[in-house]
């Protein structure tokens, strides 16, 4: 509980807009959202006209299209801590918010949403302006800010949870979130793969049996063995990613930065017996890609001001690159889930139907029907006939829009302008690749799209989502994308659709004359064609993919895939071939990051585990530094097996670690340093990881009102002679040295605790001190003491500014000569450096 601080899932990020990487979809405009005109006629023909949904249903769709979308959060951590605060929730702030009335009618306070199981997923639909009115929302509101910061609530719209529930992760796994930033859906992803292990660590640190493999791999000693990589190819957004990341507090967790289709192979020890490398696959893949987010538009005011169909186009190769990485990347029988916030069937069935091809088809690759996950998610099949969009102009001007139901078609009116006006220009995005995959010669063969899961805004008051779950039946070798029989057939030519008048007539159901487009193409959607997918394919030009040779151990490495192997073709945009050359950048063209594991009899960590009473069962070969020297100098961090193993075979070769480990001890640097036997602190952050191992310097506190204390005053006394006000929790601390020591809390509902805790506290010599910030203290009293505002008492920050102010006064005497300067001495009693 608590588990550090941090932000909360701050939605999604996509492709639009400045950052050619698909990072940045912030909204930058300079007018309120509310007086944005929801309306783009381009964007909703094609919606309306495309075969999406009958009439009738994209009327209803299209008005939630145009609403706003409601706040959603859910409750995180392991599932007893979540449903621990979402009782606190329910019990104390839906009472009191049914109970408010606005302009007569009874307000609707915050529901959870029937898709998620164990009422962990919430959403609100009351408007800003009865939020703001309102003291119970305001309360409310307090509540969901200090919870997110403590990390035990994420905000996070209610479709882009549906991913991970669809991945079915199980604790052991190894996964990859291959385009992870912010973080929202690697943070679920880690909690599937920590599953209930603080249990039965407990249970195997007390020598009391557990099951070690009922429900995923938790053989060591009761800690998951699984792990999960989350990557990102935009640097800023990779930080927003360990932002979110790092409260978590999980050692399974390795951040990295790099273009996911070219994702590196990651090396492992040789099997034993051999000297050959073997490279490591993933149970699990998630592949959430950069999309045009037109699905977001209930949030997003970009999507009804720039929507274009050439969005799609434009990403469609680097979608379809890379799922085809992931799905290289993931062991035969796994499972990958694809995922976009976009409706566009470019960049989703096609991208998905083209994959399973260049794959080589449905006997090595196959959507998964996944009508059991979240049964009571509303849901539409994913289609298998779709039309194409683009829009044709003249230097920006004299659009025509066009609805492609084929390549052929395309490749017809193409034909048909270059010969009668050679100066219009279509997308040269537009490859077999974007079209419906033409009839398959068995039933066998045939890609069933309607597996894939559609959500539109209407289902259930959510934003717009796409999901596709893939397994790898087989070892596959990829070949290129547009080879394949997709698009071969030939089919009905291409209807094109003037601005201003229809030219041709066809079957193609047309866009009408008010579909005009804006008089130019904005600067955004110019980039978004040139450079993205231009820029993508130059970075593949110059870094090479994976060889095709793709057979897996029986463990789930191979033995095939050398990071910086030059000899394979690989698959290149538009079908081209790629010269293959060396994947991995040096490390010199990279921000150095160390990564240095301590010997396992380094002094310090034997000094701190002895002091601690730590059982020798800990593992004591996984402390991580993060200087170049390797030293116990300032911070350790604790990993877990398979992040050390993956971080020392692969530091050196080039790959972009940014973020790993736990703080676990950070040296405390006081004046009496050199009397103590450990002079470091426990972190809040690895607390927990520790705990269950430590046989010295724990105290427990049972009482409510001592515990308050401690939260309420930064350094209460514990004078040698006379008395203090900490009751039993002074008496413990009494009887021990100086230094850090494990504060326990059980769960207690008669004393209000309503969770197990346990923190980290400091025993001076003449004071004691709960190491937790601010923050953290303020939330906790507002979970735990319903006390919205308290004031911290710090006695050592009081005592300074009193010294401080008696010099002051004392300087002020003396320079009007009143009195003798005396010099006082303004130590800060034992505060340590740096708790607050
Ligand atoms: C839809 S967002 C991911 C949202 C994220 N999964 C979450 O739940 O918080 C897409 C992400 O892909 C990243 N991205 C764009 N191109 C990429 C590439 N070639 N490789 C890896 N990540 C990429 C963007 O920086 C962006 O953060």
Request: glycine content about 8%; charged content about 30%.
């Amino acid at each position: 509980m608590g588990r550090g601080r941090g932000g909360g899932g701050r939605g999604r990020g996509g492709f639009r807009g400045k950052n050619k990487k698909g990072g940045d979809r912030r909204d930058v405009r300079t007018e309120p959202w509310s007086d944005i005109r929801r309306e783009n006629a381009l964007f909703e023909s094609y919606y309306k006209t495309g075969g999406f949904l009958d009439e009738k249903e994209f009327e209803q769709m299209w008005k939630y299209m145009a609403s706003d979308l409601p706040n959603s959060f859910r409750f995180t951590g392991t599932k007893a801590d979540a449903l621990a605060v979402r009782e606190i929730f329910k019990k104390r702030y839906i009472p009191a918010i049914t109970a408010v009335e606005f302009e007569g009618e009874p307000v609707q306070p915050p529901e959870p949403v029937k898709a998620f199981p164990d009422e962990l997923v919430w959403h609100m639909k009351t408007h800003k302006k009865v939020i703001r009115r309102y003291k119970p929302f305001a309360e409310f509101q307090r509540f969901l800010v200090a919870e997110t910061t403590a990390g035990n609530i994420s905000r996070q719209e209610v479709v882009s949870m549906i991913p991970p529930h669809f991945l079915d992760v199980r604790p052991g796994m190894v996964v990859l979130d291959m385009c992870a930033a912010p973080g929202s859906k690697s943070a679920q992803l880690a909690e599937m793969i920590h599953g209930d292990e603080e249990e039965r660590v407990k249970r195997a640190a007390s020598n009391e049996s557990f099951n070690a493999t009922d429900d995923g791999d938790y053989s060591d000693d009761g800690r998951s063995t699984g792990l999960l990589i989350a990557n990102d190819t935009d640097y800023k957004r990779a930080g927003m990613l360990v932002h979110q990341v790092k409260r978590l507090n999980f050692p399974n967790l390795i951040v990295t930065q790099h273009d996911a289709s070219i994702f590196p192979s990651i090396e492992m020890p040789p099997a034993p017996g051999s000297t050959k490398p073997q490279y490591l696959k993933f149970d699990r893949v998630l592949a959430d890609v950069p999309c045009s987010g037109d699905g977001t538009a209930r949030k997003n005011p970009n999507v009804w001001q720039k929507w274009t169909p050439r969005d799609g186009l434009g990403l469609h190769n680097l979608q379809l690159r890379i799922l085809m990485r992931g799905l290289q990347l993931l062991k035969k029988g796994g499972r990958l889930v694809y995922s976009t916030c976009s409706l566009n069937p470019v960049e989703n069935e096609a991208v998905v139907a083209s994959a399973i091809q260049a794959c080589g088809g449905t006997s090595k690759v196959q959507l998964v029907d996944c009508s059991n996950a979240l049964p009571e998610l509303i849901r539409k099949p994913g289609l298998n006939q779709w039309k194409v969009l683009d829009t044709s102009h003249i230097n920006g001007e004299e659009k025509i829009n066009h609805m492609f139901t084929s390549y052929e078609s395309f490749l017809n009116t193409k034909e048909k302008y270059e010969k009668e006006e050679p100066a219009r220009q279509f997308s040269n995005k537009i490859t077999r690749s974007v079209f419906p995959p033409v009839d398959a010669p068995s039933e066998a063969e045939r890609i069933p799209l309607e597996r894939c899961v559609r959500v539109y805004p209407h289902l259930q008051d959510t934003g717009g989502f796409f999901i596709a779950v893939l397994e790898k039946l087989d070892d596959i070798k990829v070949a290129q994308p547009g080879a394949s029989s997709k698009g071969k057939a030939g089919s009905t030519d291409a209807t094109p659709v003037p601005v201003q008048a229809s030219e041709h007539s066809d079957a193609t159901p047309q866009l009408s004359a008010e579909d005009a487009v804006p008089s130019a193409p904005s600067p955004t959607k110019r980039k978004l064609e040139d450079t993205e997918d231009d820029a993508a394919s130059k970075r593949f030009r110059t870094e090479t993919e994976d060889p095709a040779q793709d057979a897996t151990n029986k463990d789930g490495t191979t033995t095939s895939e050398p990071v910086n192997d030059t000899t394979s073709s690989t698959p290149g945009p538009n079908g081209t071939s790629q010269t293959p050359q060396p994947r991995l950048k040096s490390e010199s063209q990279s921000q150095k990051e160390y990564f240095e594991y301590l010997p396992k009899d380094d002094p310090t960590v034997s000094d701190i585990l002895s002091f601690f009473g730590i059982s020798p069962r800990f593992p004591r070969d996984r402390f991580l530094v993060r200087n170049k020297e390797g030293l116990a100098l300032n911070k350790m961090y604790y990993t877990s097996e398979l992040a050390k193993t993956i971080i020392t075979h692969n530091k050196d070769r080039g790959m972009r670690f940014i973020h790993c480990g736990v703080v676990m001890f950070v040296s405390h640097k006081i004046k009496d340093k050199d009397a103590m036997k450990a002079p470091w602190r426990l972190q809040n952050e690895g607390i927990k990881i520790l705990e269950p191992w430590a046989g010295k310097r724990i105290i427990t506190c049972k009482s409510r009102d001592e515990f308050y204390r401690l939260l309420i005053e930064m350094f209460p006394k514990l004078p040698k002679d006379g008395s203090h006000e900490l009751g039993e929790v002074g008496e413990q601390l009494m009887q021990l040295d100086i230094g850090c020591c494990f504060l326990r809390i059980e769960q207690d509902e008669s004393q209000g605790f309503p969770f197990r805790m346990v923190l980290p506290v400091w025993r001076h010599p003449g004071s004691a001190n709960l190491m937790v910030d601010k923050d953290d203290r303020k939330a906790m009293l507002l979970r735990l003491f319903n006390e919205e505002n308290p004031r911290i008492i710090n006695h050592v920050m009081e005592k300074a500014k009193e010294e401080a102010e008696k010099e002051s006064a004392e300087a002020t005497e003396e320079a009007e000569g009143e009195t003798e300067a005396k010099e006082e001495d303004t130590e800060m009693g034992d505060a340590p450096v740096g708790t607050e």
